[in-house]
């Protein structure tokens, strides 16, 4: 599937052959016309940046088809050369039309190749692995081109002059990287730098040491593990933790010790965590978003296509599970979904930065009740909601970074926050105090004060003193914030690397002290810690972390997810020859 | 794998062109593009067909009453083809002709053969009485004399090349049975006579050759269904003289008890050649058919059934084969590629590298090895002789011998003949290396020279002999008294060569040698040369230097200490009368029991001759090996630096099995005693060091362990305290 330059047409290559071509319509695609079908099945698809042609690879030839007239007008055999005798299948993976005219492919059998439409002559053939090359893509310039293969190795290609100054340029393989261990499914081409996603579940940000400016924070590799959005939600009463996975959620009772000790130490385990509850999701759609309410008794997801809301009953051990019917149709798609603290409502957020707020019903119904927009109306959806213990208050983020705070007494727009040009990536609202805490992909913290409308003096502070190096180049952003119900100046931040309790009591550190000062502090005797002491409270004994929250009585639960565990479940990487050396 | 694809029609033949011997079309030549080829009947007519389109482009005859004798070819260069009729009248006309009567005529002085187009060059034309004139040279004066070369034989066979810029023409006669190979060179003017050596009951069928590297193969498809290789060198000095080309076997037609009886053979590539016959199994009617075979591995790659018959003849051009089946001609398109055991398991590299293929064909060695076993031992007059020649030995320059080409004779000739002359014949013989089975006549050849040495002391062609086993792959095997009489001679550095480059020495030679070297004096040894890069890189000491040294010293300086001056900085701390720090033997003698050390052994059979060695040898020898073994010791990696240096395993197991071998004198010879002591002593720190390390990677194991154990925990409950 490819989209024109100019985002207003749509080609879908299908299994039988055919190229659709759709009209982009606002709400949704209108069929347009189909193409020149021929045998063979279309895997990718790349339209001429003009609009006119498009390249179609399929398995052992590429065409190149005529948008206009619909015919086919080029037919290149990507493997003509190759003898009889030892042909096998060359499946093109992945196809870039360029503005020049070449079409570039990549194919199984690990090549890389350039070829002249219009001829259909071969330009350059260039083979970067003995195995397929999966995934390619061009840079905006047209002068660089990033390959991934199936070997987990991603290569750089490069227009360069021939000689230096020469007006003749050819494509040179120029960077070879290896930084997954499975498939290069995917890569992208930033003015800065390579992007990839592997099947080992990793996305590498490489930025292209020649694009960066100077040497510092922006141009280090990047690894991202997880989504940055929780995967986890936490019933704090009930002590349930409910796991997202792509196809099921599982339902977890927190297990719990009647013992006490001193730091560092692992207390028995008197009762052990419970597996409760699998819930299957119907389907081949993915577990877009999840939700358990504070009192444990409602779980709810949404695929792309289904929402559904369960009540689960806890009577003693046994646990019983019942769909609620009734569900309300008008919500999807739902990108997040938030329980009320009561656990009398539930917020689901969805498009056009509208908020539906559902009724939960005793013994097992629900109802909708309102439909929360931003006054201005947007077109980005909602994506992280928050809400407030009182049940008075409702934070939304949509895509173009505005929050909207609403008042749900009145089912009314309160205020927006003042813009900050930069995502947000987690929020919340403190029980007490009503401050809405925002943590933003670029790593600030902000505090905004719902009632007053404004930011608090403590935000100001922080802003105008700004925060740590070491805080600020942290690699992952922070996903989730919690508040410590016994001491209010504590707030909870976690990224995957570590967690951090943020007490607004103390001073904040400045450049010279070291951020991460926990077990220097340990050491410490009473009255020299106490001049030490700042407000960030950093532990990152717990790596790599999904999800921390805390909970009544100084308890705080951490969810680690091991890579090594991760790894465990993919597929052996691509198969070595077994014979030879 | 060779495969044959599916077969079309290029055209019908007339009545003339049928089946069997004597039948089918008098020549296919390849015509002036790449997919054309120039049919030329057994009658009047010629025509040039386009093979993919299956369709002719062009049909000229001659008239009634004349007949093409000379199959039509095509001037590449100038696309003008070229025919004779009634074997002296020459045409030479264009595509745009259509009369041959009104082309272009030459009528000649004598019988033409068959006339050779090149693809850069004037076309050759072969007379029946064998003189060779290019086109433009003829067309001067058609009328010149033409010489007769070869008198009443009958040319057989013809083919010319370019080999560079140079025309080559290679025409085979046969008189009374015997063929008889001409390899004519344009240029040079120059005409080489070769007789084929000679088979008994079969004689050759089908020839073909090939040009390559200034050598031309010439391959004989013979009627005892083998096909045999000759290799003809261009690059012949002597001349007149006629010399008989060997053969080997290449290829033996026969699959599983069936034998395919050739009729022609034309050569696919280095290692393909295609064969049309007919092939008849035992008790079953024979049928034809069309066989590529696979020469490397002498395997049958492919074949295909023609039922309906052929003459006999077989084109190749362009991948494809032309024959006759039945009443057509037929076109086989082929595919063939370099076939290798490295292909089959998918791991080709490069084809080029393994081109020629050392191993030996024992069965060719018979008539040789007679000839040295039955030859009377001795001759009279051999000593004042060779005394004679001696000392002509140096200056005499390589006289051509063209009849060096017979080994057997070289072999002879070595029983009696002088020095110089061997030196010279056997120089001949290298330079034909590319004769079969060199390998094993190189063998024979040092065995006939090694028993001319016993016979006659002075006689000892010590370089030729350090050349052989340096360059070629000998062994032990190979030459068994080779060593013995280097031993004799104290030749050490044909000896260390041997001990380095054979596989295969017997450990009583290997002991022999030790004893040797040990015994041998060092002043001797500076006047032989050795080589000494196994031990250039460790070796410390020059004893010359030594003396000088001590001869300079001033201001009170202990002579003691300036000695170790020259030697590293880390040794000049340490203590000076340290048995290891020195090297016990001079650099020449140290770099002769390296090739000891680095021969192969058993210790079995190794040890009973160690037993025989003097004590004082032994010392020294162990002294020696303990040197070694600190001076590996010295580096992280333990080993040496330098080609052929000894590794620590071969100096570990050469001391323990001298320390075996004379462990009582060992313990009783009061000059042992500090060397045993000091070696304890090392070995002892190492044993102890060795055993630390291994504490200290159980420890390690145990932290990994423990770290594991915590890592495993899925649920746990831990106190933290953050202040």
């Given amino acids: ?581 | 794998m060779a495969a044959l694809c599916e077969a079309f029609t290029l055209c019908g033949l007339g009545p003339s062109g049928g089946v069997g011997q004597g039948g089918g079309v008098l020549a296919l030549e390849p015509g002036p593009g790449p997919d054309h080829v120039l049919l030329t009947d057994r009658g009047r007519t010629a025509t040039l067909f386009k093979v993919s389109d299956q369709k002719p482009l062009g049909c000229w005859s001659v008239k009634h009453g004349q007949i093409i004798t000379s199959p039509v070819v095509c001037n590449f260069e100038t696309h003008e083809y070229i025919a004779v009729h009634d074997d002296k009248v020459l045409r030479i006309w264009k595509d745009e002709d259509v009369n041959l009567d009104k082309v272009f005529k030459a009528t000649l002085s004598a019988d033409v053969y068959r006339i050779h187009s090149l693809p850069h060059g004037d076309p050759l034309v072969l007379f029946k009485g064998g003189g060779v004139r290019t086109l433009d040279v003829l067309l001067e004066a058609p009328q010149q004399e033409i010489e007769n070369i070869i008198s009443d034989e009958v040319i057989k066979w013809s083919e010319a090349f370019l080999e560079g810029q140079q025309p080559v023409l290679i025409f085979i006669t046969e008189k009374d049975g015997d063929f008889f190979v001409y390899v004519q060179k344009l240029k040079m003017n120059s005409l080489h006579k070769y007789k084929l050596e000679q088979q008994e009951s079969s004689s050759p069928l089908s020839f073909t050759a090939y040009i390559r590297k200034q050598i031309i193969t010439l391959l004989c498809l013979y009627s005892n269904d083998s096909v045999y290789k000759v290799l003809i060198p261009l690059q012949q000095n002597g001349e007149g003289e006629e010399q008989i080309l060997s053969k080997s076997l290449l290829l033996n037609l026969s699959i599983s008890g069936s034998v395919l009886k050739g009729t022609s053979l034309v050569v696919i590539d280095k290692d393909h050649v295609a064969v049309l016959g007919s092939l008849a199994a035992s008790g079953e009617e024979s049928k034809e058919c069309l066989t590529i075979w696979n020469t490397k591995f002498q395997t049958l790659q492919t074949s295909k059934e023609l039922p309906l018959g052929t003459s006999g003849q077989l084109w190749c051009y362009g991948e494809k084969f032309f024959f006759t089946h039945g009443k057509v001609l037929t076109v086989v398109i082929y595919k063939c590629e370099t076939s290798s055991l490295a292909a089959a398991v998918g791991k080709l590299k490069d084809s080029q590298a393994s081109d020629i293929s050392s191993f030996v064909n024992w069965n060719t060695l018979e008539d040789e090895e007679r000839v040295v076993s039955f030859q009377p031992q001795q001759s009279a007059a051999l000593k004042s002789e060779s005394k004679m020649t001696l000392r002509s030995r140096r200056n005499s320059v390589a006289k051509a011998q063209p009849d060096a080409f017979k080994v057997g004779q070289i072999l002879l000739n070595i029983k009696d003949t002088s020095a110089a002359v061997i030196e010279d014949e056997l120089r001949q013989l290298l330079l034909k290396a590319q004769i079969p089975d060199f390998q094993a006549t190189i063998g024979c050849v040092i065995t006939a020279l090694i028993n001319r040495c016993k016979t006659d002391p002075v006689f000892y062609p010590r370089n030729f002999l350090l050349q052989m086993v340096q360059k070629r792959e000998l062994s032990y095997s190979l030459c068994p008294d080779l060593m013995a009489v280097a031993l004799e001679k104290k030749d050490v550095h044909l000896l260390q060569i041997c001990l380095q480059r054979f596989p295969d020495i017997p450990e009583e030679i290997t002991y022999a040698c030790l004893k040797v070297f040990l015994s041998i004096s060092d002043d001797y040894l500076e006047r032989t040369d050795v080589n000494l890069e196994s031990v250039i890189c460790y070796i410390d000491i020059e004893p010359k230097n030594k003396e000088l040294k001590t001869e300079v010293v001033e201001n009170g300086f202990n002579t003691e200490l300036e000695e170790d001056s020259c030697d590293n900085r880390v040794l000049k701390e340490t203590h000076t009368t340290n048995d290891g720090e020195f090297c016990p033997v001079g650099p020449r003698k140290a770099a002769l029991l390296n090739a000891v050390l680095h021969s192969a052994y058993s210790e079995t059979f190794l040890l009973p001759h160690l037993k025989d060695l003097s004590a004082q040898q032994a010392v020294l020898f162990l002294r020696y090996l303990y040197y070694l073994y600190v001076k590996c010791s010295e580096k992280i990696n333990t080993t040496l630096p330098g080609m052929l240096s000894p590794t620590i395993n071969q100096i570990m197991d050469w001391m323990c099995l001298l320390l075996d071998a004379h462990f009582t004198v060992m313990v009783m010879l009061p000059e042992a005693k500090g060397l045993l002591s000091s070696l304890h002593k090392f070995v002892r720190a190492q044993v102890r060091f060795y055993s630390e390390l291994n504490k200290i990677e159980g420890t390690l194991r145990e932290l990994q362990r423990i770290k594991r154990q915590k890592d495993s925990q899925a649920y746990s409950i831990e106190v933290l305290e953050l202040i």
Avoid at chain 1, 248 to 259: A, D, K, V
């Fill in chain 1, 1 to 581: 599937m490819a989209a024109n330059g100019g985002g207003t047409r749509l080609a879908i290559g299908c299994e039988d052959g055919s190229v659709k071509l759709f009209q982009v319509v606002p709400g949704g695609i209108q069929f347009e016309k189909n193409l020149d079908r021929q045998k063979g099945r279309v895997l990718c698809l790349s339209w001429h940046p003009l609009g006119t042609h498009i390249a179609a690879g399929s398995i052992d030839f590429i065409r190149v088809l005529d948008v206009r007239s619909g015919r086919t007008v080029q037919r290149i055999m990507v493997n003509y050369h190759v003898s009889k005798p030892k042909k096998r299948e060359c499946v093109v993976w992945s196809i870039a039309f360029l503005s020049d005219g070449t079409v570039v492919s990549s194919d199984s059998f690990g090549r890389v190749q350039f070829w002249d439409w219009e001829r259909g002559t071969l330009l350059e053939s260039h083979t970067v692995s003995t195995s397929a090359v999966l995934s390619l893509a061009v840079s905006e310039k047209e002068d660089s081109i990033v390959v991934g293969t199936s070997t987990g190795a991603t290569y750089q290609f490069q227009l360069l002059p021939v000689k230096a100054g020469g007006q003749e340029k050819r494509w040179v393989r120029t960077k070879p990287f290896q930084y997954h261990t499975h498939d290069v499914r995917a890569v992208a081409h930033s003015p800065t730098a390579l992007i990839s996603g592997g099947l080992d579940a990793q996305l590498v940000i490489r930025p292209l040491m020649e694009k960066v400016q100077r040497k510092g924070y922006e141009a280090v590799l990047r690894k991202v593990t997880f989504p940055h959005r929780c995967l986890v939600s936490c019933a704090r009463k009930a002590r349930l933790l409910l796991f997202q996975f792509s196809q099921h959620l599982e339902l977890w009772r927190l297990g719990s010790t009647n013992e006490t000790g001193k730091d560092g130490e692992v207390l028995n385990v008197c009762r052990m965590p419970e597996h409760l509850l699998q819930l299957k999701s119907k389907g081949p759609e993915h577990i877009y978003c999840s939700c358990v309410s504070p009192c444990g008794s409602w779980v709810a997801y949404c695929t792309a296509s289904r929402f559904h809301i369960y009540r689960v009953q806890h009577e003693g051990d046994s646990v019983s599970v019942k769909k609620v019917p009734g569900v309300p149709k008008l919500l999807l798609p739902a990108y997040q979904l938030q329980c009320a603290s009561d656990s009398g409502r539930l917020f689901v957020a969805s498009d056009r930065g509208s908020v539906h707020v559902l009724q939960l019903l005793e013994p097992g119904g629900c109802k909708h009740l309102h439909t929360l927009r931003p006054p201005a109306g947007t077109a980005e959806a909602v994506y992280l909601l928050a809400s407030s213990a009182d049940g008075n208050w409702l934070a939304a983020v949509s895509g173009d970074w505005e929050i909207h705070v609403y008042s749900l007494k009145h089912f009314k727009h309160h205020c927006a926050v003042p813009m900050y040009g930069c995502a947000v990536s987690a929020l919340a609202i403190h029980p007490a105090t009503n401050n809405l805490v925002i943590a933003y992909a670029d790593q600030q913290l902000f505090e905004f004060s719902i009632p007053e409308k404004q930011y608090t003096a403590w935000s100001r502070t922080v802003q105008n003193g700004g925060l740590h190096k070491a805080w600020l180049e942290r690699d992952t952003p922070i996903t989730h914030i919690a508040f410590n119900p016994q001491n209010p100046a504590h707030i909870l931040l976690h990224d995957v690397y570590m967690f951090c309790v943020l007490d607004k009591s103390l001073p904040l550190p400045d450049a010279s002290t070291p951020l991460f000062n926990q077990s220097a502090l340990k050491q410490l005797p009473e009255p020299a810690r106490q001049r030490q002491l700042h407000a960030f409270k950093i532990c990152k004994k717990f790596q790599p972390l999904l999800f921390a929250e805390l909970l009544e009585e100084n308890r705080l639960v951490l969810v680690e997810r091991p890579l090594a565990d991760i790894r465990a479940q993919l597929p052996p990487p691509v198969q070595q020859q077994p014979f030879g050396t």
